[in-house]
C-alpha cells in the first residue's frame, strides 16, 4: 500500500464515520457504534501491555471502573465536571497500575494473567462492599442540563457518538505514537525474549510499568465516558471479569501488538454481542459469549496473529 | 588499565564449583579468547561479568569502575555488550527492528536508531535481509544478527558466546572476518569458542577454563603446546603417549 494511498483510505474511513450520525438518526445504530469505540478504544488500550509488552491482563476491569467510580463521585460529592474527573480517574489508574504492578510483574506468563484476574476479583468485592461509594446498589448519576461541559446529552446519542470517536481517535495516536518510538520497540523486545531484552540494556521491570500505566489511563478514561453515557454504574456493570476478557479478546481477535488489530476485533465482536442482546433477548442471555468461547478457540487453534495476521498472510501469498 | 578484569570470580551451583576463583584480564583493542572442554565453566564466566547470575565471590571491574552484582541492563548501558550461545533473537521482529532495539541503548529518538542499526547491518553484511522476519533467516545469518543487536548497543567490549557454533567452513571464515572487523573499529572482543582452528589465528591471547579453573593464558602458540591444556582436551591417555615417544 502507498503512502499517499493509505492517507486517502484513512481520509475516507474518517469521513465516513463524521458523516455516519447524519444518515443513521435511530438510536440503536449510533449506540452501535458507540459501543464499538468504546471498546476499540479499551482493546487499544490493552493492546499497550498486553498486545505490545506481552504481559496478558486478565484485570483490566479495575481500571475501567476506576475511571467510571472517580468520573461519578467526584460529580456527585464534588460537582466537579466529568472531564476533570475522566483526567483524575486516568491519573489515579496509572498510580493503582503501579501498585498492581509491583507484585505482578514478578510472576511470568500465565501466572502473570491469574493474579490480574485476582485483583479484579478483589476490587469487585471491594466496591460491592464500600458503602460510601454506593456498595451493591451502585450509583445513579445526577441528571444535569444537557452540555459538553457536563458531558450529558439526552435528546439525542449523536454528541456521545463524537466523543467516542474522539477517544478511538486519542488511543489510535497514542498507539501509533508507541509503535514507532523506543517504548513500541522495548515493548515487543520485553514480549519477544525477556533475557535477550535485558542483555540489551533495557530496564524490563520499569518498562513493563510503563506499558501498564499507559494502558491504565485509557482503559479508565473508557470508564468514565461509560459512566456519563450510561448513567448508571454499578460494581457489576464496571468491574466484571468478562469486561476484562472481552477486552483482552477484542485486541486479540484483530491482532495484538498492532496498530489496527483492536479496531477490528471489535467491528467483529460488539456487534455479534449487540445483536444477539436484541434478536434473542433474554432468553438468549450468553449466546454472545458462546460465540466469543469459539472465537478464542479458533483463534489460539489457526490464527496466533489475529485478523491482521491473517491478512498479512494472504498477501504475502498473493506477492509470493 | 585493563579494559576488563575479573577477580578471583568463583561460582558454584550447589555443590558444583562452575567458576572457581578466575582471574582475567582484557585490554583495550585485544581478541581474547576463552576456550576449555564442555562443561568447564565458559559460559558460565560470561554470566557472572554480564550480570545474568549473581556471582557466589571475587569482583568484576570494568574501566576501572567495580560493576559486581549490576543487573545486565546497567552492565550493557556501561558499556559490555554480550551475544548468547543459543541465539535469542527477536523472531517475531524483522531483522532491521532487532537490530534498533540494540541501538535505542543509545538514543531516544528512533530515527537516529534506525540510522545506527541500518549502519550496523551493513557492516555485517546483513542490509539485504533487513525487512525478513528475524525467525526465518538461516542459523548463520541468526548468529550474524546475535552479533549485529549487540554490536548495534555500542559497547565498547563486545563478548561473542560461541557465534560461530554450528556454521560449515565458509560461514565460519565470514564470522571470523566479521570478529576481526569488529575489533578493527575499536572494540575489544572477548571470545567464548569451542573450535579451536577459530579461535587461534585470531587471539591476542587465549585463556583457558578447565572444570572451572583457568589452567593456561598465553599466546595461541604456546597453549597449544601447553601440556595441562593437552591433558584437559585429550585426556591423559594422549597426553602419556606422547610422553612416551
Redesign the interface.
Known amino acids: 500500500m502507498g503512502f499517499h494511498n493509505k492517507y486517502i483510505w484513512l481520509g475516507l474511513g474518517a469521513a465516513i464515520f463524521l458523516i455516519y450520525p447524519l444518515i443513521f438518526t435511530l438510536p440503536f445504530p449510533r449506540h452501535l457504534m458507540i459501543m464499538i469505540f468504546l471498546y476499540a478504544t479499551l482493546g487499544l488500550g490493552w493492546n499497550m501491555i498486553g498486545g505490545y509488552a506481552g504481559q496478558i491482563s486478565l484485570g483490566h476491569a479495575v481500571f475501567f471502573g476506576v475511571g467510571a467510580y472517580t468520573s461519578t463521585l467526584m460529580l456527585m460529592k464534588l460537582g466537579v465536571s466529568p472531564w476533570a474527573g475522566m483526567l483524575v480517574g486516568g491519573l489515579l489508574s496509572a498510580g493503582i497500575s503501579f501498585i498492581i504492578g509491583y507484585p505482578c510483574f514478578k510472576l511470568a506468563g500465565h501466572y502473570f494473567a491469574i493474579a490480574t484476574i485476582a485483583i479484579g476479583e478483589i476490587a469487585q468485592v471491594w466496591m460491592l462492599n464500600w458503602d460510601w461509594a454506593g456498595a451493591a446498589v451502585g450509583l445513579t448519576l445526577p441528571i444535569l442540563p444537557e452540555s459538553l461541559i457536563n458531558l450529558e446529552f439526552h435528546s439525542t446519542k449523536a454528541p456521545y457518538y463524537y466523543i467516542a470517536f474522539g477517544l478511538l481517535i486519542l488511543g489510535l495516536l497514542a498507539t501509533y505514537g508507541i509503535d ?3 517504548l513500541g ?2 515493548f ?2 520485553i514480549k ?2 525477556l ?10 521491570t520499569k518498562y513493563k510499568f510503563y506499558a501498564l500505566a499507559l494502558s491504565a489511563f485509557f482503559t479508565s478514561i473508557c470508564g468514565s465516558f461509560y459512566a456519563q453515557y450510561i448513567l448508571f454504574i454499578d460494581p457489576d456493570s464496571v468491574f466484571p471479569l468478562m469486561l476484562s476478557i472481552v477486552v483482552c479478546l477484542v485486541a486479540t481477535l484483530g491482532g495484538v501488538g498492532t496498530v489496527w488489530g483492536p479496531v477490528i476485533g471489535a467491528f467483529i465482536l460488539i456487534p455479534i454481542s449487540e445483536f444477539t442482546r436484541i434478536y434473542l433477548g433474554g432468553g438468549g442471555k450468553g449466546t454472545d459469549l458462546i460465540i466469543y468461547g469459539l472465537l478464542i478457540i479458533v483463534i489460539s487453534v489457526y490464527q496466533p496473529f489475529g485478523v491482521i495476521g491473517l491478512a498479512k498472510r494472504f498477501r504475502k501469498k498473493e506477492s509470493g | 588499565m585493563a579494559l576488563l578484569e575479573v577477580r578471583q570470580l568463583t561460582k558454584n551451583f550447589g555443590g558444583l564449583m562452575a567458576n572457581d576463583r578466575v582471574d582475567l584480564r582484557v585490554n583495550e583493542g585485544e581478541i581474547v579468547g576463552l576456550i576449555g572442554p564442555n562443561g568447564a565453566g565458559k559460559t558460565t564466566l560470561f554470566n557472572c561479568i554480564s550480570g545474568f547470575y549473581p556471582s557466589s565471590g571475587g569482583q568484576v571491574f570494568f574501566k576501572g569502575e567495580d560493576i559486581t552484582g549490576l543487573p545486565s541492563n546497567e552492565i550493557c548501558l556501561k558499556g559490555i555488550a554480550r551475544t548468547f550461545q543459543i541465539v535469542r533473537i527477536f523472531k517475531d521482529m524483522a531483522v532491521l527492528d532487532n537490530v534498533m532495539v540494540g541501538a535505542f541503548n543509545r538514543t531516544g529518538s528512533a530515527s537516529v536508531a534506525r540510522k545506527k542499526a541500518m549502519e550496523v547491518l551493513d557492516f555485517c553484511g546483513l542490509l539485504p535481509k533487513k525487512g525478513m522476519l528475524a525467525g526465518g533467516l538461516t542459523i548463520a545469518n541468526k548468529k550474524r544478527l546475535e552479533v549485529a543487536k549487540a554490536f548495534a548497543t555500542g559497547p565498547s567490549l563486545l563478548m561473542l558466546d560461541e557465534a560461530m557454533a554450528g556454521l560449515n567452513q565458509t560461514e565460519t571464515a565470514e564470522a571470523v572476518e566479521l570478529v576481526k572487523k569488529i575489533r578493527n573499529s575499536g572494540i575489544t572482543v572477548l571470545l567464548v569458542e569451542h573450535v579451536m582452528e577459530v579461535v587461534m589465528p585470531i587471539s591476542n591471547r587465549v585463556v583457558v577454563l578447565d572444570y572451572g579453573r583457568k589452567i593456561a593464558e598465553d599466546t595461541p602458540e604456546k597453549v597449544i603446546n601447553n601440556e595441562e591444556v593437552i591433558k584437559a582436551y585429550l585426556g591423559d591417555k594422549y597426553h602419556a603417549s606422547r610422553r612416551a615417544h
Open positions: 514507532r518510538s523506543k520497540y522495548y515487543r523486545a519477544g525474549d533475557e535477550a531484552a535485558r542483555s540489551l540494556g533495557i530496564h524490563v
